[in-house]
């Protein structure tokens, strides 16, 4: 991330609360129906959901990536749908905010937002009204997914872990359950969630029966030899989502890493200082680091940052994966680790390839 980028972004997350708060004023002053239209807690609605705008505005403008925030804009505007409420005003709100920003904030900071804001208002209306379930194009793998997620729904976590455990028996491996059952499954359920299908009673029950589901499968899993390699685990500080870090450990443990998993919501300073030698060890290989949400972007980049400067930053590489690193490219870049792993099956091949580079210069020498 750029120095330039980080300080308008900085800028920008300070007055956040007011510029939320000047924009629903704003929505609201050049719109009378609103009143009427979204009730007598529409304003508090709306602040809650321009102040997640500007957060995702934030991590876009830190890592000059536009994407992170059209996204966040189709998404929303999907969710009004879905709830029958008016999809102008998402649009009619992304002018608000602009304006509010150009109006009230520093040039240096309107400079940094107006593509960015220009870009969504263009991309929100040409987006489908829904977006697309990642099950429509699994084909027939998608029905052990919906089989999965169905048993879920209905509060049967036997069933759902009977059939885990037949496709475990029927000798399909872990991280193909992973991949072609788990994932697009807990995928759908946060999708359903956003287009009000499911309750967030349904997607936390989903979560905690599968990672129960999963901590069962482990102990049945056999375990390549140790290959003498150590990986850290974790999701960053702020983020809350481990069921996908949880996934990455079992894969590593299987393929024969030593793996110490820290859980969701992990303080740099604490991963950077378990990275280092310990008693019981000397120093882990890679730092494989999840996000769950764009959200979570600055405090990846924070997390390898810090552990870039410890002592031991030049020895230890770090692997990033998660939802956020699909929307660009080059976005595993900007945070600075040295890989991305496109899917949890990957994660201790690609961790390996990046070990054997960080190793084969001393070996020339």
């Known amino acids: 991330m750029q120095h330039a980028d980080v300080q308008s972004a900085e800028a ?36 809650h959901e321009i102040q997640s705008r500007v957060a995702h505005l934030v991590e876009a403008i830190a890592c000059d990536r536009a994407v992170l925030f059209t996204t966040h ?74 089989l999965y997620l169905l048993q879920l729904l209905q509060r049967d976590r036997e069933a759902a872990e009977r059939m885990v455990q037949d496709l475990l028996d029927g000798r399909m491996p ?47 899993c056999t375990r390549k030899p140790a290959n003498g390699l150590a990986v850290i685990t974790c999701s960053a500080g702020g983020d809350m989502h481990e069921l996908g870090i949880r996934m990455v450990s079992d894969l590593f443990e299987m393929d024969g890493w030593s793996v110490e998993c820290l859980g969701a919501n992990m303080p740099s300073n604490e991963v950077a200082a378990s990275a280092g030698p310990q008693a019981h060890r000397g120093p882990v290989d890679v730092v494989a680091v999840s996000a769950g949400t764009p959200l979570a972007l600055r405090s990846v980049a924070h997390l390898i940052e810090t552990l870039r400067q410890s002592p031991q930053g030049d020895h230890v590489a770090v692997l990033v994966g998660g939802q956020p690193f699909h929307l660009a490219d080059d976005l595993w870049q900007v945070v600075g680790a040295d890989g991305m792993a496109c899917s949890a099956s990957t994660a201790p091949a690609v961790a390996a390839d990046l070990v054997r580079r960080r190793t084969a210069p001393a070996t020339r020498r």
């Open 12 to 47: 920008l997350e300070a007055v956040a609360r007011a510029v939320s708060e000047w924009t629903v004023d704003l929505l609201y002053g050049e719109d009378a129906s609103m009143e009427a239209r979204h009730g007598a807690e529409g304003r508090r609605l709306w602040r």
């Open 73 to 146: 804009a189709t998404w929303s505007r999907a969710a009004f749908m879905a709830r029958d409420l008016g999809e102008g005003d998402v649009v009619r709100s992304l002018r608000a905010l602009g304006a509010v920003i150009r109006d009230n904030l520093p040039a240096e900071i309107w400079h940094r937002t107006r593509g960015v804001i220009e870009e969504a208002i263009t991309q929100a209306p040409a987006t489908p009204e829904m977006p697309a379930s990642v099950l429509d194009g699994m084909g027939e793998e998608g029905t052990l997914a919906r």
């Open 174 to 220: 872990l991280g193909a359950i992973h991949e072609r059952v788990i994932a697009p499954a807990m995928n759908e359920i946060g999708r359903m969630w956003h287009l009000q299908e499911a309750s967030i009673a349904d997607e936390h029950y989903c979560t905690a029966a599968t990672q129960s589901i999963l901590a069962r499968l482990r102990g049945q």
